[in-house]
T-cell receptor
Framework: GAVVSQHPSWVICKSGTSVKIECRSLDFQATTMFWYRQFPKQSLMLMATSNEGSKATYEQGVEKDKFLINHASLTLSTLTVTSAHPEDSSFYIC?????????????FGPGTRLTVL | DAKTTQPNSMESNEEEPVHLPCNHSTISGTDYIHWYRQLPSQGPEYVIHGLTSNVNNRMASLAIAEDRKSSTLILHRATLRDAAVYYCILRDKVGGATNKLIFGTGTLLAVQP
């Protein structure tokens, strides 16, 4: 199946700093990418949907100024957590869909574990 | 989005079949049934999806009730590597690629040796 990569796989940062997470589709063009967040022992929560070349659509309750999403190309989307605080510590997972198919299978990255001290 | 209901947890013995149920009584005619699974500390992995007919692939089989109000994911011979959280998700085919996958709580499958 298709491969989605994320970088870094884990990151530890100090409170108040910004962290960028990259998501790449390695062997297909991802017209749509999704960002999820998962807290321990909870399910995935969708944060935002991004389409290449346009602004991301954020789910209710997700601060767009805090979680900056850029989908500049068909293979790359980035999530920047600005002014991170300990409550932002979580497992962030990106997902990409091959837009060529009407009911495209959605592929997920391996996740990035963010720890804010 | 129509919701799904799954048991919180199930247990199975290694090399035995596993039937994971999912209820979706409010499913619409254009909703596809998707199954994903998530191993510990990993991103979800696609398992299978279907619309009306039963589906088979190398990982599993999907049995869909005639009224489409329920479905069952079948793992033919469970292995220890199948221990994961299994999510049953509905996604409307209308709207194309931007339609979202909304995860519920899923079923935690434990496989005993």
């Amino acid at each position: 199946g298709a491969v989605v990569s994320q970088h870094p796989s884990w990151v530890i940062c100090k409170s108040g700093t910004s962290v960028k997470i990259e998501c790449r589709s390695l062997d297909f063009q991802a017209t749509t990418m999704f960002w999820y967040r998962q807290f321990p022992k909870q399910s995935l929560m969708l944060m935002a949907t991004s389409n290449e070349g346009s602004k991301a659509t954020y789910e209710q309750g997700v601060e767009k100024d805090k979680f900056l999403i850029n989908h500049a190309s068909l293979t790359l989307s980035t999530l920047t957590v600005t002014s991170a605080h300990p409550e932002d510590s979580s497992f962030y997972i990106c997902s990409a869909r091959d837009g060529r198919f009407y009911v495209g299978t959605q592929y997920f990255g391996p996740g990035t574990r963010l720890t804010v001290l | 989005d129509a919701k799904t209901t799954q048991p919180n947890s199930m247990e199975s013995n290694e090399e035995e079949p596993v039937h994971l149920p999912c209820n979706h009584s409010t499913i619409s005619g254009t909703d596809y049934i998707h199954w994903y699974r998530q191993l510990p500390s990993q991103g979800p992995e696609y398992v299978i999806h279907g619309l009306t007919s039963n589906v088979n692939n190398r990982m599993a089989s999907l049995a869909i009730a005639e009224d489409r109000k329920s479905s069952t994911l079948i793992l033919h011979r469970a292995t220890l590597r199948d221990a994961a959280v299994y999510y049953c998700i509905l996604r409307d085919k209308v709207g194309g690629a931007t339609n979202k996958l909304i995860f519920g709580t899923g079923t935690l499958l434990a496989v005993q040796p």
